[in-house]
Structure formats: C-alpha cells, structure tokens
C-alpha cells in the first residue's frame, strides 16, 4: 500500500513570498489532516477534511494560510503571504475515516524555510 | 485546558539498554492515547495506541502502559537497537462523542532519544 505523499520535501522562501504544498493521501481514506510542526514541538492541527469538506479549521491562519481538498482525494496548502514565523515542517496525515481509534498515517513532510 | 506533558526532553542510553518515555495529559474527555515514532525528516508512525480500558500493549519491543485514574502512560523501549534513535511522541484525543468521531489530538512536544553503541 502507497503511503501519504508530500511535494516539494523541502523549500525556501524569502518572507512576503507565496508558497504552496500539495498532499496526496493513501487511496480511500476519506479524511485529511495538515499539521504544522515547529522544530522541537509536536504537530499542530491546521485543518481537517473530511472528503472535499472542511471539519476542523479553527487552527488555521486564515488571514495567509489557505487549504482545498480538490474532488475529494489530493489536498493543497497555500501560504500568501509567508513570515518568518511560518518556518516549520508542514505534514499531511490521512485516515480510512474519521473516527478517534482509527490510524492516521503521515506523510513525510515538507520542510519549509523563511528567510 | 488540555495538556500532554513528556518526560525527559531527550534521553541518551548505550545500545542494549532498556529505557521508558513518560506521558502525563490533562485532557478530558479522554478517547484514547497514542505513541509515535519519529525518526528525523519523517512524519510519525504509530507504535500503539490504547483506550480507557486498556492499560497496556505491545508492539514487538515496544510496552505502553496506561493509567487512566492517573491520567499517566509510559513507553517502555527494551533492549534498544541504533534505529530507535528517534523522537517519540505521546498523542491523546478528546472524546468528541460516543459515536467514536475523531476529536481534537493533542500532541506532546516529543522526548528525543539518542541510542549510542
């Protein structure tokens, strides 16, 4: 079975910049996750999908970050525009479905730089 | 307000030592709690993970154990191997309701542990 995958792994930004990542979640898992994880610290949930809805968002920046869940399967994450707080690794996680005992799965995340 | 607190912040131990990873969380309702590994420049992958009404279980040299009265879980790592090195993350969600829907993950900053030969 593919695991999550996550483009680009790794990018650098000067701060005011934009800057998108992309997820493609295991095949059928309904459910979609962005984490943010700040170097030394556990993941922080920005948002959460369920299909192409959105379940969870009161994490997330919404006056620069920006998610979309295209059809349901792939998930893209915009950040417009970057600060240099915003440096940290950006995972994406998915799960069969959402409920709390089922297993999410991460991808292996992208390291994002601003300088 | 909920909290997951780890202990020790990191940990060194020589290669066939035994070690345990402490987890202490405030959150409530509680659902259930999770372990993870992970290695550097990898996202977290899944040890174990236990509901109220499990207070331990095994993955290979991996033992979890938890107190729900306490609200305390630990990792128990036995005869570690080099590729242990890693961080290791404690994970309880809050019971959103009885129907089993995925509630809020609070995540532990992770204790950082270095297996030396």
């Known amino acids: 079975e593919a695991g999550v995958a996550q483009s680009p792994r790794y990018k650098i930004i000067e701060k005011r910049q934009s800057v998108a990542f992309w997820c493609n979640p295991i095949?059928?898992?309904?459910?979609l996750y962005w984490y943010q994880q700040i170097l030394g610290q556990g993941p922080k949930l920005l948002i959460q999908?369920?299909?192409?809805?959105?379940?969870?968002d009161s994490q997330l920046p919404k006056d620069r970050f920006s998610a979309e869940r295209l059809k349901g399967v792939d998930s893209t994450l915009k950040i417009q525009p970057a600060k240099l707080e915003d440096s940290a690794v950006y995972l994406c996680?998915?799960?069969?479905?959402?409920?709390?005992?089922?297993?999410?799965?991460f991808g292996p995340g992208t390291r994002l730089t601003v300088t | 307000k909920n909290q997951v607190e780890q202990s020790p912040q990191s940990l060194i131990i020589l290669e066939g030592k035994n070690c345990t990873l402490q987890c202490n969380y405030t959150v409530s309702p509680f659902s259930n709690l999770r372990w993870y590994k992970q290695d550097t420049g990898r996202g977290p992958v899944s040890l174990t993970i236990m509901t109220f009404s499990e207070n331990t279980k095994s993955n290979g040299r991996y033992t979890a154990t938890l107190d729900a009265d306490t609200k305390q879980s630990s990792l128990h790592i036995t005869a570690s191997q080099l590729s242990d090195s890693a961080s290791y993350i404690c994970v309880v969600s809050e019971l959103r309701d009885y129907g089993g829907s995925q509630g809020n993950l609070i995540f532990g900053k992770g204790t950082k542990l270095s297996v030396k030969p």
């Open positions: 999908f369920q299909n192409n809805g959105v379940v969870d």
């Open positions: 095949s059928g898992h309904a459910t």
């Open positions: 996680a998915s799960s069969l479905v959402r409920i709390s005992t089922y297993e999410q799965y």
